[in-house]
């Protein structure tokens, strides 16, 4: 029986910003080199804007523009395709990629990975979650972040389920190279494994032993893994086989960008009173108004008007938005310095617990805001130069009733295992008892975990590789 067509109520919830607010978010989140090529653009294509040093002033707009029309009516309001590159889908025809690859032997893997979302079709929203990944992810191409965080980076103009964001991320580790954006190395090796053809000869025993016995596998083991899976040893042989065509470190070819990961966007210095933050002057592209075409637009008419004064809100947008982004920066860097003391002072070692949320509490913004203010925004300390992320982390009680961050924690391990005797490795199980006699009671496992992240082997590998040093 044919049905009729129906009509259907459906209530949904959409945030809808002002194209200030979006174009704000949207520098906001730049890294570098993005906002320094988002400028030029706009220098480029906006006669209304200029630098400072083009005219020899050091002014920001000009006080000429009085009888300039304040207020511009559109007959449409801005669209998310109005924002600056970097932030949204790319109009016009995609690249061939036989003939695009072949040049890109120096790009970083964030401009290799954006290149194929843009070639993706996703959605606006499946894209705006996609970038919010790439950006999450460390300089190895695995992910840090947990799915909770990287819903909250994207609210409040993407209110998104969990779901949502696994979904996308299950596309992104499929991208080339395959196994990106994975959470730990066994994900990364899981989906290498899962992407080869069905009919793979002992494909699905490799899954099992990657995914039941990875730190089995690490140490070669063979009888060990008979012993637990009840397979043959041809059959365990075959299905390392398989494994090895796996690579744990897929985007180890995309090497780390200098410009884009260590020239600072702040710097933390000692002062009289404590620390003092400054921005890089690199981050004020130092733009104000062209003197000349605010001039000519007051004798402009009909479209010739319309078009300069839709120039010159860009114009302003963008220098305001300028201003924000500089004065967040500021603001967000001053808030982690101030929690941050002991770390300045005595290292890896004294850093407190800190979460984005009690930085977004100090500064009076949105958490979010707080993601996209520390997201490839690097800070040159008397310490090194560290991403702002990296002076966030859980908290770990102890036994005094205190908490201590994860990230001190994993830098006593590091220490820890640095002064073991030579020859004498500690095990995971000898980590974890020393941390507990100050205070810190982890489960081994835990330990072992936080060992992997740091790229250190196990005790086994350790004796064996000290062994071969000895020899």
């Not at 200030?20 to 988002?38: D, G, H, K, M, P």
């Not at 991320?169 to 499929?174: C, F």
């Not at 992407?195 to 490799?206: E, F, I, Q, R, W």
């Not at 809100?313 to 500021?330: C, D, F, V």
């Amino acid at each position: 029986m044919k049905q009729g067509a129906r009509l259907q109520l459906k209530l949904g919830q959409k945030l809808k910003l002002a194209p200030q607010l979006r174009q704000a978010i949207a520098l906001l989140q730049l890294n570098r080199i993005e906002l320094r090529q988002t400028v030029r653009e706009a220098l480029n294509t906006n006669p209304l804007l200029e630098r400072t040093e083009d005219t020899g002033e050091d002014t920001g707009e000009t006080g000429d523009e009085s009888d300039f029309d304040s207020e511009v009516d559109y007959e449409e309001d801005y669209g998310f395709d109005d924002l600056p590159d970097g932030y949204s889908i790319t109009s016009g025809p995609a690249p061939n990629y036989d003939e695009f690859i072949s040049d890109r032997a120096d790009e970083s893997l964030q401009q290799h990975l954006l290149w194929q979302v843009n070639l993706s079709g996703f959605s606006e929203t499946d894209e705006a979650i996609a970038r919010a990944i790439i950006y999450a992810l460390d300089e190895e191409g695995y992910l840090q972040d947990d799915l909770a965080t990287l819903r909250a980076s994207l609210a409040p103009e993407y209110l998104v389920s969990i779901e949502e964001v696994a979904a996308v991320l299950e596309r992104i580790q499929h991208f080339e190279p395959i196994g990106v954006a994975s959470r730990s190395v066994g994900e990364s090796l899981l989906v290498q494994l899962r992407a080869m053809p069905s009919n793979t000869h002992a494909l699905g025993l490799a899954c099992h032993l990657v995914e039941h016995h990875l730190e089995t596998l690490g140490r070669q083991d063979i009888k060990r893994l008979v012993q637990t899976t009840g397979v043959g040893e041809a059959e365990i042989h075959a299905a390392l086989d398989v494994i090895r065509r796996c690579n744990p470190h897929p985007c180890s070819r995309f090497g780390s960008d200098d410009e884009n990961y260590l020239v600072p966007d702040v710097y933390v210095h000692p002062a009289e009173d404590g620390w003092r933050v400054t921005l890089n002057p690199d981050n004020d592209p130092g733009l104000r108004l062209n003197d000349l075409y605010v001039r000519m637009a007051r004798q402009a008419k009909g479209q010739d008007k319309k078009y300069l004064n839709d120039r010159l809100q860009e114009a302003r947008w963008l220098i305001s938005g300028l201003e924000m982004r500089n004065q967040t920066l500021l603001a967000v860097t001053r808030a982690i310095v101030e929690h941050q003391q002991e770390f300045f002072r005595e290292g890896e070692t004294g850093l407190k617990p800190l979460l984005q949320r009690e930085v977004a509490e100090a500064v009076g913004v949105h958490e979010s805001t707080v993601s996209r203010a520390t997201t490839q925004k690097y800070a040159h300390t008397p310490r090194g130069t560290f991403e702002l992320k990296f002076f966030f982390s859980v908290g770990i009680d102890t036994s005094d009733g205190q908490q201590v961050a994860a990230t001190a924690v994993k830098a006593r391990v590091r220490k820890l295992i640095s002064e073991e005797l030579p020859g004498q490795p500690l095990s995971d199980q000898a980590l974890a008892d020393h941390l507990a006699e100050s205070g810190i009671k982890l489960a081994r496992r835990t330990v072992a975990k936080y060992r992997e992240q740091l790229g250190i082997p196990g005790s086994a590998q350790r004796r064996r590789a000290a062994r071969l040093h000895a020899g």
